[in-house]
RNA sequence: GCCAGAGUGGCGUAAUGGCAGCCGCAGCAGACUCAAAAUCUGCCGCACGCGAGUGCGUGAGGGUUCGAGUCCCUCCUCUGGCACCA
């Protein structure tokens, strides 16, 4: 077996796991267990790209490895399928989407299994498949009881043109992502849940899990705690009361106007009611106002705009001062109360909007050594600064009362107890995460089991009558309205209640994200058709060991899961409160791509390669060497490398090894598939040291004892920490030592090293060496530390730092002997001429330094 | 603007505060070959030097240390995320 025929040799054996079920995982065993999960895809039309396969080899070597350290590894891999790629075929073709989310599933499942990853496949579940979101329902009914799904009117991303609602990502600068048509916020009835009651705890167990940093600080940041004050405002002209959120209630005598978002209520009551005397010119506002996206509202540089309500005015209630109130857009309706009360001098949004008005600045915080502190007087002082004062760690109060010289901190300990013993105001903690609007205007997602009665009342679907299996449609287009597609249903709509009362099924259908909240917990008992799963089996597996995945999802699929997970704990369905334990994300692999000098992107297909340098047309018909860079792989582009593509030229084992080997598992990294060459040919190597080298039945020399040892300690410590690119690096080093002479002992070790990393590899070569069953389950070797001894080593000998020589001492050397072996080196003893030897710093087994002057 | 991460040869990268550049790619030279491919061997940070060697060198500038790619401070650049959240 000299050729390294990797074409026959993975089908073989990828044949051979799937007939023996190799890697079926038993439910319970006397074994420590890990669970790791990879991030199941979306299968879309286009098939995998080289991405795919790099967090999937990652996990697979690692559960390849553990199987070895004796764990019960649960490995599954499954179907994010809903979704609109497959709905709008159907608006277009007329196919179902089962029928295409079918062909792509088959097909992405072929693809996985071509890269010979260690899944068992017995646990396959599809989000789609009525099986499994009878569950996905079933869950959302436990969400219904307990009061955490509600109905409400919240304003949608609504397209005129297109007559249907669009999701965010398909809304880009407010326009339409197909046909650039504009998008307007419009209310609408939808189902959300009540995420926000869960906030403090998404937020507190946090600290509790094994997380990138980043990705726990982007989820902080979303839920965006704050502590603060509301604080109620009289109105003159009206008996109502605008109560505000502040996070500053140390600053209300610095509160000059105040501001209420345009879509705030009591707006709409006072324009209703006739109170607002410039009335035309408020509406005019609101109407443009809801006319603007989100992104148009929050544009950066922006001058601030609004319109003072004449006729009312708001009373300051620590000193009954009057001031002028304002709506903006710079108010969102959505956070806190919808309304602010606006302190120009120590916030620098209501600054900018108090210099386009002109309206006053007074100042009530300075810096602590300032002249205004030190002379500070009970009057309002108007202030002069350039911009708002904001530093709260050093001010200190002026002009405000019985605050007068306090700290900020203080400040707002002494104005909150003063609120609330004046009945005005008291504390209170804000987040920044909404609610989940969990609804879609979509055929293609589960339905909600829901039926709306003529008589007003609302019912859930019987348990034991779910699955509530989506209609047969004969056109899937939207219907024009903004009403869902599936209203066009009507035999499946329509339902009478056994007393005659009349009932119209939800329409809606769920987000993508609800079937990917809890597909981990499916896995782990996929064909129940009791429960979700086995408590019992739950309470083996959970929680998940390890999950890995793009960073794209780092805020909203793992918080979103994390919060069903906690509904769940909560509800006693699942043992702990949080679902994954430790957590890690994949870099991106970029794409190679081409600019010219002045920097226009060429397609790969336009470019033309002369000596092996690529060339592109200039605008005036020139030839012009092209500068290549990374870049995100891109249909446009066309550098989108095709896994089939490296598998056919150089097998799954060469992409396995290249896509570890390219850099940490973490980081950006460009393809390049030179490198995948680079493996290859280290793969051949590997092959011909196992099956061309004589076998020889002997002892080890210490020499080459000591390479193997090495290698075996730091590819397990590698696969420890997850440093895939350097346990590779080893194993290279080991077989450019090791030569053309092996024994049977080394050759075994070297095969099992390299199992987890190139498994087909792996198998034949285990096989090639005699033995007759899968090598999955073989003991991960064991290295000797004691070959590992050196008797003599060579060390560094510094003189000022810098070095001047090496000497060769004995490993157990002390420091003295180390010096004396350091000076009887000519190379060091040269440098030390005619110098006084300061200092010597001798570290053992490491280096010597010599300080002169 | 705010938060996080990263800047090391031509390129991907590696280095418990202790010999910077392991391993791989590309390149150069040689062996094998009629020749090419494949394979094997050697060289391969920059400058000066025939050479031995010397100097410089981990984004920039400071600092701590006998010793800094690594620790601290300031700054620059890039990538990702968030962004009028009161």
């Known amino acids: 077996m000299s050729e390294y025929n990797f074409t026959a040799i993975e089908k073989k054996w990828q044949k051979f796991w799937l007939e023996n079920k190799t890697f079926k995982t038993p439910a319970k065993s006397g074994k420590p267990k890990f669970y790791c999960l990879d991030m199941f895809p979306y299968p879309s039309g286009a098939g995998l790209h080289v991405g795919h396969p790099e967090g999937y080899t990652a996990t697979d070597i690692l559960c390849r490895y553990k199987r070895m350290k004796g764990f019960n590894v649960l490995h599954p891999m499954g179907w994010d399928a809903f979704g609109l790629p497959a709905e709008q075929y159907a608006v277009e073709t007329g196919t179902h989407p089962a029928v295409t989310t079918k062909k792509n599933v088959d097909r992405f499942r072929e693809q996985i299994r071509s890269l010979g990853f260690s899944y068992d496949w017995d646990r396959e579940v599809n989000t789609t498949d009525p099986k499994y979101y009878k569950w996905t329902q079933w869950i959302f009914e436990q969400l219904y009881k307990k009061g955490l799904a509600y109905v409400a009117e919240v ?100 509160a000059t106007y105040m501001v209420l978002s345009p879509e705030h209520a009591l707006v709409a009551k006072w324009l209703a009611a006739g109170v607002v005397k410039n009335a035309d010119a408020v509406r005019e506002y609101q109407r443009k106002a809801a006319s603007k996206s989100d992104l148009e509202r929050t544009e950066l540089n922006k001058e601030k705009t609004g319109v003072r309500l004449e006729g009312v005015e708001g ?71 350039e911009c708002a004062f904001t530093d709260i760690a050093s001010g200190v109060m002026v002009s405000s009362g019985f605050l007068t010289g306090l700290s900020v901190d203080d400040a707002r300990k002494a104005m909150i107890a003063w609120l609330e013993e004046k009945g005005v105001g008291k504390a209170k903690t804000q987040y920044k995460l909404r609610d989940w609007l969990f ?50 249903a009507e035999s499946w709509t329509n339902v009478v209640r056994a007393d005659g009362v009349r009932g119209v099924r939800e329409t809606n259908t769920m987000p993508q994200w609800a079937g990917s909240c809890w597909y981990y917990l499916r896995y782990i008992d996929p064909a129940n058709d009791k429960a979700f799963a086995d408590p019992e089996l739950l309470k083996e597996w959970l ?68 000596d092996g340098k690529p060339y592109g047309k200039e605008d005036g018909g020139e030839m012009e060497l092209l500068t290549e860079f990374p870049a995100k792989m891109s249909k446009s582009l066309k550098n989108v490398v095709n896994p089939d593509d490296v598998i056919r030229d150089y097998g799954a084992d060469s992409l396995r090894l290249y896509e570890m080997f390219m850099g940490p598992l973490q980081a950006v990294k460009p393809w390049s598939t030179k490198g995948v060459e680079g493996v290859h040919r280290f793969l051949r190597r590997a092959n011909k040291y196992v099956t061309e080298t004589p076998l020889e039945d002997r002892e080890l020399t210490k020499a080459e004892a000591k390479r193997l040892n090495a290698m075996v300690k730091k590819v397990g410590e590698d696969l420890e920490s997850m440093n895939f690119n350097t346990a590779i690096s080893a194993m290279m080093v080991y077989l450019n030592e090791a030569g053309a002479t092996t024994t049977r002992e080394a050759a075994e070790k070297f095969t099992l090293c390299l199992s987890p990393f190139a498994p087909h590899l792996g198998e034949e070569l285990w096989q090639f060496l005699g033995h007759a069953d899968t090598l999955a389950y073989e003991p991960w070797p064991a290295y000797d530390p004691k070959a590992l001894v050196e008797d003599e080593i060579e060390i560094p000998v510094q003189v000022l730092g810098k070095l001047r020589g090496r000497v060769k001492v004995a490993a157990a050397a002390t420091p003295a002997e180390m010096e004396t072996a350091a000076k009887a080196n000519a190379e060091v003893a040269k440098f030390l001429e005619g110098k006084t030897i300061v200092k010597v710093i001798a570290v053992p087994k490491r280096m010597v330094n010599f300080v002169v002057k």
């Open 155 to 254: 304003p949608v991303n609504w397209c005129p043109a297109l007559g249907t609602v669009l999701a965010n990502e398909e809304v880009i600068d407010g326009k339409s992502e197909r046909g650039n048509h504009p998008v307007i916020r419009k209310p609408m009835r939808q189902w959300m849940l009540k995420i926000t009651e869960y906030a403090e705890r998404l937020l507190a167990d946090l600290d509790t899990l094994d997380w990138p940093e980043g990705i726990k600080e982007m989820q902080r940041n979303w839920i965006g705690k704050s502590t603060g004050a509301l604080v109620d405002f009289k109105t003159t002209g009206t008996d109502d009361t605008i109560t505000v959120y502040t996070t500053r209630c140390d600053t209300l005598f610095g």
């Open 315 to 385: 009373l300051n209630p620590v000193n009954g001062g009057n001031i002028p109130i304002f709506i903006s857009d710079y108010v969102l309706a959505s956070y806190g109360t919808g309304a602010i009360m606006a302190v120009p001098a120590h916030d620098e949004r209501d600054f900018d909007f108090a210099k386009v008005f002109n309206l006053p600045i007074v100042q009530v915080v300075a810096p602590a050594d300032s002249e205004a502190a030190k002379n500070a007087s009970p009057d309002p002082v108007p202030y002069s600064g």
């Open 439 to 488: 609804s879609r205007q979509r055929y293609w997602g589960e339905p909600f089991p829901v039926i709306n009665w003529e008589d007003g009342t609302r019912s859930l679907v019987e348990e034991e009558d779910l699955p509530l299996t989506l209609p047969e449609l004969d056109d899937y287009k939207p219907t024009g309205t903004g009403e869902p597609p599936l209203a066009k």
């Open 543 to 610: 929680p998940v060991d390890l999950y890995v995945g793009g960073a794209e999802h780092a805020v909203l699929h793992l918080l979103y899961a994390r919060f069903w997970h906690k509904v769940l704990f909560d509800l006693g369905f699942v043992p702990t409160p949080e679902p994954f334990q430790r957590l890690v994300n994949q870099g991106m692999i970029l794409g190679l791509a081409y600019k010219t000098k002045r920097g226009v992107l060429v397609p790969m297909d336009q470019i033309e390669w002369r």
